[in-house]
């Protein structure tokens, strides 16, 4: 199957920092990505929908400024924690569609970790 | 909204064991059913799916049947190997076809099972 990637796999940062996660589809490409955020013990939450080109599409309760998303290809978009504070510790998730003649399929990274101090 | 809900874990079992991880859900609509897998380090991994009533989606000697009447879309094995110890999702999807991309998850049911 299709591969997407995440870089880093797990980063500890400072209260009030900033934070960018990569994802990376590398064999395909990915019209559309999707953020997710999973706490411990949870299910994955839906933060946001990325389309290449164009504003992401945030979940109801998801602050905008404070999770930027750009896609500025079809094969990586990013998601930067603005100015992260210990709440923000999560794993976070990506996903890219890829669109095939028939189906649609979601491709999953191995996610994020995130730990702010 | 869409909900779904699903079989509190851990799951713990002896090989060759009969697994069923229930999933129930709420949803308007005929949405589209899904179960990912997720090993340790690894992305979650589509296992099965099915997109309509009485669909049964089938993959690596899993199994789960769309039944629209229950909400339900119960995952089963007959004989669990260690090798399946993993994360197991329920997830619903859109209705309507091709375009399942968003995704309304349940907590996930961790599953070990001992040799």
């Known amino acids: 199957g299709a591969v997407v990637s995440q870089h880093p796999s797990w980063v500890i940062c400072k209260s009030g920092t900033s934070v960018k996660i990569e994802c990376r589809s590398l064999d395909f490409q990915a019209t559309t990505m999707f953020w997710y955020r999973q706490f411990p013990k949870q299910s994955l939450m839906l933060m946001a929908t990325s389309n290449e080109g164009s504003k992401a599409t945030y979940e109801q309760g998801v602050e905008k400024d404070k999770f930027l998303i750009n896609h500025a290809s079809l094969t990586l978009s990013t998601l930067t924690v603005t100015s992260a504070h210990p709440e923000d510790s999560s794993f976070y998730i990506c996903?890219?569609?890829?669109?095939?003649?028939?189906?649609?399929?979601?491709?999953f990274g191995p996610g994020t970790r995130l730990l702010v101090l | 909204g869409n909900s779904v809900t699903q079989m509190e874990g851990p799951v713990t079992l002896s090989e060759e064991a009969f697994l069923t991880i229930n999933c129930t859900y709420t949803a308007t609509g005929y949405p589209s059913l899904f179960w990912y897998v997720q090993y340790p380090g690894e992305g979650l991994q589509l296992l099965l799916k099915a997109t309509k009533a009485d669909d049964k989606g089938s993959n690596k000697g899993f199994e789960a049947t769309y039944r629209k009447e229950t909400t339900s879309f119960h995952l089963e094995k007959g004989s669990v190997q260690v090798s399946d110890s993993a994360v197991y999702f329920c997830a619903l999807g859109n209705a309507g076809g091709t375009s399942y991309g968003k995704l309304t998850f349940g907590q996930g049911t961790i599953l070990t099972v001992h040799p």
């Open positions: 996903s890219g569609i890829w669109v095939g003649r028939r189906q649609e399929t979601q491709y």
